[in-house]
T-cell receptor, first 109, second 113 residues
Framework: KNEVEQSPQNLTAQEGEFITINCSYSVGISALHWLQQHPGGGIVSLFMLSSGKKKHGRLIATINIQEKHSSLHITASHPRDSAVYICAVKETSGSRLTFGEGTQLTVNP | DGGITQSPKYLFRKEGQNVTLSCEQNLNHDAMYWYRQDPGQGLRLIYYSQIVNDFQKGDIAEGYSVSREKKESFPLTVTSAQKNPTAFYLC????????????FGPGTRLTVL
């Protein structure tokens, strides 16, 4: 079993829909990251969370430390949101990141 | 502009040849990382370096080697001992060894024929 599990693996939505991607982890963490990987392969960091909720534009990330679960929400989705979204955690015991397998999001016009 | 560069974007090599992937950063970051990405799998750590002239093996270091002679450069050599070298390779850096926010390069797609 992976230490970081994401669901769903693939998600197709229509433009304008509200999207939720989930991440569950099994280890103690000091921080959780949400990353976005575009078709060309480059990765950008969206959020780093250690508690609560963060919002940036149409993106919202939440984390529940007790339940070891985080969600990434996209409101009013747009085709340009199509990408792979990756959850990664930094364990309290180390400095390295452990990555989930990613969620492929496709938003159709 | 500050950032991380990887070259080349696409690389083809014959089986049995060593190949070196370039990673350069001008962010003045202490820590640098090499990851491998395969379809359907999360990024896996190959090697990382927390400071110049020092580096540690990650989870899948066999068949790879690195050097960190300069702060801004962390080249990765894929040797002939790596059994399945075809993959997408990503380099990243972070300000310090705690790696709170990692900045990623654009990646190199290596295909071994």
């Amino acid at each position: 079993k992976n230490e970081v599990e994401q669901s769903p693996q693939n998600l197709t939505a229509q433009e304008g829909e509200f999207i939720t991607i989930n991440c569950s982890y099994s280890v103690g963490i000091s921080a959780l990251h949400w990353l976005q990987q575009h078709p060309g392969g480059g990765i950008v960091s969206l959020f780093m969370l250690s508690s609560g909720k963060k919002k940036h534009g149409r993106l919202i990330a939440t984390i529940n430390i007790q339940e070891k679960h985080s969600s990434l929400h996209i409101t009013a989705s747009h085709p340009r949101d199509s990408a792979v979204y990756i959850c990664a955690v930094k364990e309290t015991s180390g400095s390295r990141l452990t990555f989930g397998e990613g969620t492929q999001l496709t938003v159709n016009p | 502009d500050g950032g991380i560069t990887q070259s080349p974007k696409y690389l083809f090599r014959k089986e049995g040849q060593n190949v070196t992937l370039s990673c350069e950063q001008n962010l003045n970051h202490d820590a640098m990382y090499w990851y491998r990405q395969d379809p359907g799998q999360g990024l896996r750590l190959i090697y990382y370096s927390q400071i110049v002239n020092d580096f540690q093996k990650g989870d899948i270091a066999e068949g790879y080697s690195v050097s960190r002679e300069k702060k801004e450069s962390f080249p990765l050599t894929v040797t002939s001992a790596q059994k399945n070298p075809t993959a997408f390779y990503l380099c990243a850096s972070s300000m310090d060894r705690f790696g709170d926010t990692q900045y990623f390069g654009p990646g190199t797609r290596l295909t071994v024929l």
